[in-house]
C-alpha cells in the first residue's frame, strides 16, 4: 500500500563544497525544433485534447513577454484519433476568447484568468466533442512548417482511494494548515503515476505544485 501526503515536502539541504568550471554551451550547430506538449485527461473533470505548439530557443537567448509569445507555432494542421472517431484542433489564441472560455482555458492550465499575463495560443476543440476517457488510446498527428510529427498515448484505469483523513494539527495556536492523508492500493506490475487535486467548496479542482507521484 503506498501512502502519500497532500503537502509539499520539507526539502533539507546539505551544504557541500566543490571545484566549480565554467561552462559555456556550443550553440554553433545548433538547430531550431518544434515542441509539441500535449493533454487530455479524463475524471471528474475530462478535457478535450489541447496541444501546445512552440519552437526552441538557443541556450543564451533573453526572452521578454513580446518574444515568448513569438515562440508559439501557428497554422498546424491537427488531428486526434480514439480509435473511432477523429476530431481536428483548431489554433484559439487567449485575447480572442470570450469570458467564458478563458475561464476554461484557465481551468485546463490550472491557473485563474487574472494569472495569464500573455497571449497564450493552444490547439484544441471547443465543440468538446471528443472527451479524455479511461482505458482509450489517443494518436495525435500535426502537420506544420513542412514537418509531420505524431504521438501516441494510453488514459490508464483510475485507482481508486482506499482511505482519506485529515490529521491533527499539532500546534493549533500557531499553524493554521491542515494535514490531509490519504491511501490507496497500487495495483502490482503496473507502472503508475498518480496526480491529486482538491478545491475549496463549489471552485474548481486545481492541482497541487507536487501533484505527480
Known sequence: MNYFRFFIPILIFIPFYSCETEFTPDNS????????????????QPTPPYVLLSRTQPFFTEIDSSGFEDLFVHDAVMTVS????????????????????????????????DSI??????????????????????????EVEGKEISAVT???DHVPLDSLEFNPIPDPENDTLQELTGALTDPAG????????????????????????
Open 190 to 213: 503496473v507502472k503508475n503515476f498518480y496526480r491529486y487535486f482538491t478545491k475549496v467548496n463549489q471552485e474548481r479542482f486545481l492541482p497541487g505544485l507536487t501533484s505527480v507521484s
Open 154 to 156: 494510453s488514459i490508464p
Open 82 to 113: 480514439d480509435g473511432s472517431n477523429i476530431v481536428t484542433l483548431n489554433e484559439i489564441c487567449y485575447a480572442d476568447l470570450t469570458e467564458e472560455q478563458k475561464e476554461l482555458l484557465a481551468g485546463f492550465l490550472g491557473t485563474e484568468t
Open 117 to 142: 499575463g500573455l497571449d497564450i495560443c493552444v490547439y484544441t476543440d471547443l465543440s468538446f466533442s471528443m472527451l479524455g476517457v479511461e482505458g482509450k488510446t489517443y494518436e495525435l498527428n500535426v
Open 29 to 44: 550547430e545548433y538547430e531550431e525544433q518544434i515542441v509539441v506538449e500535449g493533454y487530455i485527461e479524463a475524471g471528474v
